[in-house]
């Protein structure tokens, strides 16, 4: 098989080396996806010889439960020590009454901040075995890879100054600011470049140049950049909201899309909804290089901690597995087997495994599973 070729032409003795990991598994389904984790990095602790130095904390409404806080400084200080960190997801209707400055989601915001993990990277694929489960028409979709990069730690989520008041009229007024320098929209686009020579080397730049400041700046830099560094790679520009169009209209034109983080944040869930379901989509955010390359990292799925299934044993492992995968590609170089696990997922896919999000059209020969059926099946691929 596929599996055995990539096992047999690597050595299996990979001597492990201290990958220092830490697990943030948070609040609702995330105990219970990352759970599924586990069983992967034991299977291949023993037969791949990868090991990690494991390090597991509270993030989240979990840890405002414990701390009093959504992420303590011992855990924000092992993260900054850490070679990677593995993230489940945070939040809940418990916490929706605690004050903004300590909802669960300020957690996963300290990490992004404090880490400076200023680019997102957010994978949209279609499986062809779930081309039916996309609410497009499986000619749009089929075979659709795409890659959304984020910044993730400036623009309007984070510009000052922002807040309330009530203004001279009288009237309640609420203000952010979005806000970017040159040298914060070069590093993304430089990842953006970077990556597309690893795909199909080409990248989209999005923004609103036709009315913010920030998107002439954004376009301006990009395009410098490019000239400067990067003119092997094909660069094309597109507004934000013409983008938005194009995703639904013909996805496949796209491969590398960078773009600004309130821009980030809505188009990549528009793309991750091409494939069918959040359950399978993964993501990382990645520091800048240090003097020995490494990178501050964090990777996580993008569906969130839905509460409204935790506990029951129905949540899709997948997307944590995926962002496993993506943890030993970008983190720790180790190519092969992230191939090895990204496959095992699609093998399973194709033999009809199927959580309850994925269960949608024609279900003959689908074997309908929960959460650890589905982790079992992919360790057992």
């Known amino acids: 098989s596929e599996l ?37 990095i034991a299977w291949m602790g023993k037969k791949r010889a990868i090991g990690f130095d494991i390090k597991e904390d509270l993030v ?42 300590k909802k669960p989601e300020r957690g996963l915001l300290r990490l992004r901040k404090e880490m400076d993990l200023f680019a997102n990277l957010r994978p949209a694929k279609v499986f062809d075995a779930l081309v039916d489960a996309s609410s497009l028409k499986p000619e749009i979709v089929k075979g659709l890879d795409i890659m959304i990069i984020r910044e993730l730690t400036s623009g309007v989520y984070f ?10 009229a009288g009237e309640v007024e609420a203000f952010d600011t979005q806000r970017y320098t040159a040298p914060e929209i070069r ?27 920030t998107g002439v700046l954004w376009r301006e830099e990009a395009t410098k950049l490019h000239k400067e560094k990067y003119s092997d790679v094909k660069l094309d520009h597109m507004y934000a909201d013409a983008l938005a169009m194009q995703l639904l209209r013909a996805p496949k034109e796209f491969d590398v899309i960078v773009t600004d983080n309130l821009f980030g944040d809505i188009l990549s869930d528009e793309a991750s909804m091409l494939t069918g379901s959040l359950g399978l989509l993964p993501s990382a955010s990645l520091g800048a290089p240090d003097a020995t390359g490494r990178r501050k990292a964090l990777y996580e799925p993008i569906h969130g901690s839905a509460p409204d299934i935790a506990g029951k044993g129905l949540a899709n492992p997948i997307a944590q597995t995926l962002s496993y995968a993506m943890m030993l590609r970008y983190s720790f170089d180790l190519g092969k087997d992230a191939d090895m696990v990204e496959l095992a997922v699609e093998n399973v896919l194709k033999a009809g495994y199927r959580t309850g999000d994925l269960l949608v059209g024609n279900t003959d020969g689908v074997k309908k599973v929960g959460t650890q059926e589905m982790g079992d099946a992919i360790v057992k691929e």
């Open 4 to 40: 055995q070729a990539i096992q047999s032409t690597e050595d299996l003795t990979i001597m492990a080396s201290n990958r220092n990991l830490l697990v943030l598994p948070g609040d609702g389904i995330g105990p219970e996806v990352m759970n599924e984790v586990r069983k992967i």
């Open 159 to 168: 510009g000052e100054p922002r807040g309330r008041h009530v203004n001279a």
């Open 60 to 101: 989240g409404g979990a840890a405002l439960d414990k701390h009093g806080v959504p992420l303590s400084d011992d855990a924000m200080k092992t993260a900054l020590e850490a070679d990677a960190v593995l993230f489940g997801s945070v939040g809940g209707p418990k916490w929706d009454t605690a004050d903004f400055s």
């Open 187 to 213: 590093r993304v686009c430089a990842v953006a470049f970077e990556l597309a020579r690893k795909r199909k080397n080409k990248v989209l730049s999005s923004e609103k140049a036709n009315v913010m400041h």
